[in-house]
């Protein structure tokens, strides 16, 4: 819809509602009291519209319209192609949307149907799934620890460079790898993107913790100091509860824990 339309019917559910569910300014629309206590029934209104619309349609096995899925960056690049190009194909009208971003995504406000992450939430109507343990170590390109020598602590490789999160920018505490390293310093090469750091300890710029998953994936890079250094996080996904008769997000939820399981090398 235009935004003149837009405007024309919030106006008429306004007057049938006898109540302001917008503060109109030039810098756009901002929902006041009353419209944030009917955005919930609304959102679900719309969930309630979608699911009478498949049925009604007998859309149930044959998967239609759009799902958005946000996720960090290195789940995007390393753990989701291969659950949504399988969507994909067996569900030709289905439109799959990743949105490969290092944040929190928020399904109250619609920002994505299906959102993984590395904390559970706590807060809000959603519910919450474990898929499954991952492991982190520290890693440096294999020419970089061969120049350097054996390597039996952290001593023998403080000359390297870390490589790591921003720490203003880390959105999860379960990122924040260096504190629980102890190290008192911020390394000195810093990105809020995953494949960002990747992609510097690639180019042997230095040390860098990363998930194993996406390591393996690069024959050059060495686990340093494997027994020391090891963590282990775990990925959720989270969905917001009006979804869950939704058949094609449900769908999807199936076949992200599934495939990511596999990669992951998780049983259920």
């Given at each position: ?181 102890g190290r008192d310093t911020e390394p000195a090469l810093t990105s809020n993107s995953l494949i960002m750091q990747l992609r510097w300890c690639l180019r042997g710029c230095g040390v860098c913790i990363l998930p194993d998953f996406v390591a393996r994936e690069h024959a050059e890079l060495e686990q340093v100091l494997p027994d020391e250094i090891r963590l282990k996080r775990a990925f959720y ?32």
């Amino acid at each position: 819809l235009d935004p003149a339309t837009v405007g024309r019917r919030i106006t008429a559910l306004e007057e049938a509602l006898g109540t302001r569910l917008f503060d109109r300014s030039p810098q756009g629309y901002a929902l006041t009291e009353a419209g944030r206590s009917l955005e919930p029934h609304a959102q679900a209104m719309e969930s309630q519209a979608s699911l009478a619309a498949e049925e009604i349609a007998g859309e149930a096995d044959r998967l239609s319209g759009s799902v958005r899925i946000g996720a960090p960056d290195g789940v995007s690049n390393y753990l989701l192609p291969d659950a949504c190009d399988a969507l994909s194909r067996d569900n030709p009208d289905l439109q799959v949307q990743v949105v490969a971003l290092p944040r929190m995504f928020s399904l109250s406000k619609r920002e994505a149907d299906l959102a993984i992450t590395v904390s559970p939430p706590t807060a809000g109507r959603l519910t919450v799934r474990k898929i499954a343990d991952y492991r982190l170590h520290l890693y440096a390109h294999g020419e970089v620890l061969s120049e350097l020598g054996p390597v039996a602590s952290m001593d023998d490789v403080a000359g390297l460079r870390g490589i790591g999160y921003i720490s203003d920018m880390i959105f999860d505490k379960e990122l924040d790898y260096y504190a629980l390293l102890g190290r008192d310093t911020e390394p000195a090469l810093t990105s809020n993107s995953l494949i960002m750091q990747l992609r510097w300890c690639l180019r042997g710029c230095g040390v860098c913790i990363l998930p194993d998953f996406v390591a393996r994936e690069h024959a050059e890079l060495e686990q340093v100091l494997p027994d020391e250094i090891r963590l282990k996080r775990a990925f959720y996904l989270v969905r917001h509860q009006d979804d869950a008769r939704v058949a094609r997000i449900n769908r999807m939820a199936d076949v992200i824990v599934e495939r990511m399981r596999r990669s992951l090398g998780s049983a259920p």
